[in-house]
């Protein structure tokens, strides 16, 4: 027999049901769509979260003095900042704190504080002013009483697009009252990490080291933006000497994003395995479906398969004939999965911003498609095999 | 002359029930026959005698139980499974009282369904079928469907579909028994027209007046040869 007549029988043999084929396909679609999209959602998540880690903090490195109960911490000075310059990077260095202040309405909102240098958006891009200006440096330095509010902060203080040329009134953590004008409203920060911004007020380092006393002449951390084309790897290997010469060992961490993302892959490497094990239940149970249909189909076709041996097929033939049949109707399957799971990726990503690109590897394709085909294989078996054992006699006598 | 089939103490015996009360059914009882190359032999007997049976051993469908059976003098009595499929493709045309065509192929393909089990590429196999249905006269019917036909043309073409296998012995069993009278002696004629060819046909029948159509009618009692009748 030729191989490709058994490919002609087996499509004759699916579209003479149409119905019921595509009925009993329904398992292995939806076990493949499952498998395909999860997976690809998966990488299209990694992809989204790495972006937006790289769009807020992806070509930093972060430097904070290492904090050992009983030692005393090092002091991160305006000399630092200099001494840092020799490294191809920017450095912007920050004092964080928090505050509270009232609203519109009397009710306490928490802030949080933070001092920093002077025309912050030019030093970096992930800062975007919505209106009004950012603070020079001059006025950085004499800690003039001005402020960069962001927009979750404008919105619960004075309502949106209410805030600027306001006066503002801070309880800052050293007890004190601090009045600054609302110079500036910094846009959300993008990506995925914007949704977990707190309100924020943004003055002159020099204001804070001024107003609360422990703060006074130290930043909490450096931010160092390292320069395009330069290696972020490079970059953490001269900051970690540079600042060990001059605190000693083990008093200081040096930190970059890196890090993060080896972790946050690890994430969505566990959260794929989980979703591949569902699509891969749904198969299971498709598969079974499929073995179902091969059964009754076989019972169906007991005269055709006993016509089919008296008129000379061998078992072996009709064996095959019924494994072709289960793994072409399995593929068939598989390939409906994939192109469905095609379709809902592509509208994730045009309707969800976090997606930004669509990814369909052909690896996962291919997988996909493997996968199905196993599957036919698999549980076209032991109907193949009843086809295969009917006697031809007693096939030809059924009604 | 050669024979075509030897049978040699042939016995089909079938058991049934539970181990505790057997049944047994000799369908076959010790059958010895001889049939020579281009004979037109016919089965006769009452129903349950064991013709069907009779016929299903010669066509390497079912194993006798003991005996011996040689087809063109080859012992054809142990074949395996796989063996024995390509005899019934390559000596053996079958040919049933329900017709036994497959419902959504043309006349066509339906002849053809035994050259797919031979391999032959889809032309050849065409033609062939193509030559084996303007044999039986239905040229004009090779894209119909069996619905699309009546009972005597149904069996034509299933007859159509045992010549395109160019067997040695050519079985039929009961082939009029779903026709009228009319339609029955259109396949009888076609019997009568294959003889003259020189084919070998083996009919069952329980019908006098098919059986006096062959030239020889084998008697069967109770899966025994009873009566070996040479018409003249
Ligand atoms: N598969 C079977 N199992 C049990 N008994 C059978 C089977 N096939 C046939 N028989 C019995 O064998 C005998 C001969 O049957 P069969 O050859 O079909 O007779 P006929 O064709 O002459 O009517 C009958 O008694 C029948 O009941
Ligand atoms: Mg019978």
Redesign the pocket.
Known sequence: MRFSDNFKIALEALFAHPTRTLLSLLGVIIGVFAVTALISLGEMATYGIQHSLEQVAGRSVYIQPQFKPGVESVRFDADLVKVLRVLPVRPVPYVFSSATAEDRHGQLVSLDLVGTVGDLPALDASVALARGRFFGPREARQGLPVAVINAKAESALFGNGRGLGRELVLNTSGGSRLRVLVVGVVQPAGGFFGGFEGSRVTVPYKLLWGRIPWKKGRFDMIELKVEPGVDLKEVEKRAQRLLELRYGKDRISVQSVQAFQQALSGITLGLQALLGGIGALSLLVGGIGIMNIMLVSVTERTREIGLRKALGATSAQIRTQFMIEAVMLTVAGGLIGVVLAAAVLYAAVLAVPFFEAFILSPTTVALALGVSAAVGLFFGVWPASQAAGLDP??ALRYE | MKPIVELEEVRKV?R?GSSRREIE?R?LDGVSLRIEDGEFVSIM?P????????LHVLGLLDRPTSGRYLLAGEDVTGLDDEAAARVRNRRIGFVFQAFFLMPRYSALKNVELPLVYRGLPEGERRLRAERALEEVGLAERMDHLPSELSGGQKQRVAIARALVQEPALLLADEPTGNLDTESGREILALFDRLHAEGKTLVV?THEREIADRSRRILH?RD?RLVDDEVLG
Do not use: F, Q
């Not at chain 2, 129903?47 to 009779?54: A, D, F, H, N």
């Open positions: 006699i007693e | 079938y049934s059914v369908a007997g129903s349950g005698s064991g013709k069907s049976t009779l069952v069967v899966g």
